[in-house]
């Protein structure tokens, strides 16, 4: 069993930056290809980035390239998402999720894959 709980959403103006953690619990954060998903107010939620198992693959929506980074350190349970030159578009609730252990980093943008998910974390992006 995974448990993962995301930080660090907040406010913040159009061309700011913000952090998001998750961190995981349990013994199996090594083997979880992880990723971050998004849902705006009134739209479904949507793939943001996802990463592989030793962090040597990374995969981000078009929206998001060149401005978001996804990582993650295995030794804090910890995976991250850097995001920069914000816009009011990103505004959403921000959630972290993982597949199974083991489960390869193939379809890393269907929300089916992955099988345990955070609480999700507000960030609002004012124009």
């Known amino acids: 069993q995974v448990q993962l709980v995301e930080s660090g959403g907040g406010l913040v103006q159009a061309g700011g930056s913000l952090r998001l953690s998750c961190a995981a619990s349990?013994?199996?954060?090594?083997?979880?290809?992880m990723g971050w998903f998004r849902q705006a107010p009134g739209k479904e939620r949507e793939f943001v980035a996802a990463?592989?198992?030793?962090?040597?693959?990374?995969y981000y929506t078009d929206s998001v390239k060149g401005r978001f980074t996804i990582s993650r350190d295995n030794a804090k349970n910890t995976v991250y998402l850097q995001m920069n030159s914000l816009k009011p578009e990103d505004t959403a609730v921000y959630y972290c999720?993982?597949?199974?252990?083991?489960?390869?980093?193939?379809?890393?943008?269907?929300?089916?894959?992955?099988?345990?998910w955070g609480q999700g974390t507000q960030v609002t992006v004012s124009s």
């Open positions: 990463i592989s198992l030793s962090g040597g693959s990374t």
């Open positions: 349990g013994r199996t954060f090594t083997r979880n290809v």
């Open positions: 999720a993982a597949k199974a252990p083991y489960y390869t980093i193939s379809d890393y943008d269907r929300q089916y894959e992955y099988k345990y």
